[in-house]
């Protein structure tokens, strides 16, 4: 598949209580790591599929969970997905020395986060 779903992302209002919630819930190791510019952020490892994280939401937005999408070029394909019709919600923002990632909202109002990867 050229664009496989990489990670899901759940940003909480309550980002301790998530934790406990779903390292409760399910059977996922959980590792915390402190990531410049966005604080404590829960690497979420679930052996065989597509991890993800946690990490707080940003103030006045509720609780939910976000799809990231690979892509080769992060700033293109944001372009791209403007000129159709998307609206950015974030633009093309690096991650560390891990990546590259941006927030759109496609036409139809689902919001979507894509991601290039720079580790090899």
Same mark, same amino acid.
């Given at each position: 598949m050229a664009n496989p779903f990489v990670h899901v992302e759940l940003q909480s209002t309550d980002p *301790? *209580?998530?934790?406990?919630?779903?390292?409760?819930?399910?059977?996922? *190791?959980?590792?915390?790591a402190q990531v410049p510019g966005f604080g404590t952020y829960t690497m979420i490892g679930v052996g065989d599929g597509t991890g993800g994280g946690m990490m707080a939401a940003q103030p006045g937005t509720p609780s939910h969970w976000l799809a990231y999408v690979?892509?080769?070029?992060?700033? =293109?394909t944001t372009k791209k997905a403007k000129d159709l019709g998307a609206k950015v919600l974030v633009d093309s923002m690096a991650v560390a020395d891990m990546g590259k990632f =941006? !927030? !759109? /909202?496609?036409? /139809?109002?689902? /919001?979507l986060g894509l991601w290039q990867t720079t580790r090899k």
């Open positions: *301790k *209580k998530a934790r406990d919630f779903y390292g409760r819930l399910f059977d996922w *190791k959980l590792e915390d690979n892509v080769d070029d992060v700033a =293109s =941006s !927030i !759109i /909202t496609d036409p /139809t109002g689902a /919001t």
